[in-house]
């Protein structure tokens, strides 16, 4: 369905041109010939709500200001769309809760929400409760009144996203005609948000369960029904990634990130090397996305018992202080306690930042995304080597908006301008355009040296690089003759 050797942006349509037209505008302007695909960032009704577009009120309405489903038809003919379809909760204040909060258990919608009650029939021991997975501090639950009754509801991320039953089927119904209004729009790739948790099971940590896995496997062959692929978006043990990757289309290198930054700063790029060795090649590969730089994906945790991480704890500790101190301290600020989304398993940062703004250290990062198998997803901040927003930041007191800056038009000309942005919209080129992508990786690391490489008949790219001084070559083939360098 998707074409390995397209790469693809990832962005708000209100961040970055404004509206649906506007962001087509710059696909087919400025960025023409850059990005086969663009994965667009909700755009539901309200696309500003209390999760950045991640609690809308609708599901199958787009925001009135962003624009209409003829204007996402229009943009998916020339381009492979990604959409969200938000498989884990709707917002408190969608009609279907809402109708809930007034009528209790004679709405039609009742059995669409998950309480604790529906989890644990016979009530829940402390162990049952602090066995439970959940990305913030606290339990999963929020006392609100359903017809005039006290119950506790299931709340993953915040008291505003009410999280589904998905076993019921006005659920199922629900998110189903989600999916037939996303590819009726000519969407071709569905992205299911935060899916490890969607389906909880007593005696379980309620993550990734038995349940959640047979979810994917259905919500996949609707799809598939309906022309399109899912890519799942599940953080935690890198184990869990490969797993997932053998019933899923696609999942998400989020190992990635940290590893290429642990190459970078402590000039060790042997756990890279590892994880090149092992990891699932139907990924998505990213540094950055809307969401934090993800640390849980490559140490221990408690998902997998006794099992090591592709890091360990003291050096996952020490890539976080170099993150903070590449950035000069902003990082620090947008992250954990400092802010108020309590993700206990990210860095809030660009990756621009994380590298301490050093043009050499960015290319060479974004250089062995695009040569590392799978498609690439680049991020619009991270694609016009953004800084951290600080002046957003303090405006919402949402640490991950250190990564969400809002750009003007006179903002994205200029950053286009610049030197390093240039280099890597080549570089982006560069991979969608050359055959070698499309025949077979190898990967060669000795020491601080690392050597990547793609061959497809009498084509070859090679990017060779060192992690102590960050110098970096690509030489390619041109017109089947002998591999020449290029200047990214």
């Known amino acids: 369905m998707t074409n390995t050797n397209s790469p693809q942006l990832i962005a708000y349509a209100d961040r970055l041109g404004g509206t649906l037209p506007g962001l087509r505008a710059l696909l087919d302007g400025p960025l023409a010939g850059t990005f086969g695909g ?15 577009g991640f609690d809308p009120e609708d599901h199958t309405e787009i925001d009135a200001r962003l624009g209409t489903w003829d204007d ?32 209790g258990a004679e709405s039609p919608y009742a059995g ?50 009410i999280d589904l039953d998905i076993s019921d089927p006005v659920a199922w119904e629900y998110l189903a005609g989600v999916v037939d209004r996303l590819t009726g729009a000519g969407v071709r790739l569905l992205r299911l948000d935060a899916v490890g948790y969607a389906a909880k099971e007593a005696g379980t940590d309620c993550f990734l369960t038995a349940a959640c896995l047979e979810f994917i496997k259905r919500v996949g062959a609707y799809a598939h029904e309906r022309g399109a692929e899912i890519l799942v978006e ?25 590893l290429v930054l642990h190459a970078l700063h402590a000039q060790d790029p042997l756990p890279l090397d590892n994880w090149l060795s092992v990891r699932p090649h139907n990924a998505f590969t990213v540094l950055d996305t809307h969401d934090g730089i993800g640390i849980i994906d490559v140490g221990p945790n408690a998902l997998v018992p006794g099992a090591d991480g592709l890091l360990t704890g003291d050096q996952i500790d020490e890539l976080v202080e170099s993150v903070h101190s590449a950035s000069g301290g902003t990082s620090r600020l947008a992250t954990g306690a400092a802010a108020s989304n ?14 301490g703004a050093d043009d050499d250290r960015y290319l060479l990062a974004r250089l062995i995304q695009l040569f590392v198998p799978g498609t690439p997803q680049i991020y619009y901040v991270g694609l016009l080597a953004g800084r951290n927003d600080l002046a957003l930041l303090r405006r919402t ?44 990786f190898h990967h060669h690391i000795d020491g601080t040296k690392v050597e990547l490489s ?14 102590t001084t960050a110098a970096h070559t690509v030489t390619a083939t041109a017109r089947g003759g002998d591999p020449v360098p290029l200047n990214f």
């Open 38 to 52: 663009v994965h667009i960032l909700p755009f539901f009704r309200p696309f500003d709500g209390a999760d950045a």
């Open 72 to 103: 996402l038809r229009e943009l998916s003919r020339g381009h492979a769309v990604m959409a969200d379809v938000i498989v884990n909760h709707v917002s408190s204040r969608s009609p279907q809760f809402r109708d809930v909060v007034a009528r």
């Open 112 to 161: 669409m929400f998950l309480t604790m009650g529906a989890v644990f029939p016979e009530g829940a021991g402390e162990d049952d409760l602090l066995r439970i997975y959940r990305p913030r501090p606290g339990l999963p639950f929020t006392s609100v009144r359903l017809g005039g009754q006290r119950r506790l509801v299931w709340t993953t991320f915040t008291e505003r996203q």
């Open 234 to 258: 599940v953080h935690g043990h890198f184990r869990q990634q490969i797993e997932i990757a053998g019933i899923a289309d696609h999942v998400y290198d989020f190992a990635l990130p940290p």
């Open 342 to 355: 309590l993700d206990l398993y990210q860095v809030n940062c660009t990756f621009y930042d994380a590298v």
């Open 397 to 440: 007191g949402v640490g991950r908006d250190v990564n969400r800056h809002h750009y003007t038009p006179d903002e994205v000309a200029a950053d286009l301008r610049r030197p390093v942005v240039r280099s890597l919209v080549a570089a982006v080129r560069f991979r969608a355009d050359h055959p070698a992508f499309g025949g077979t």
């Open 454 to 467: 793609w061959r497809h008949g009498a084509h070859e790219a090679t990017l060779r690089a060192d992690f």
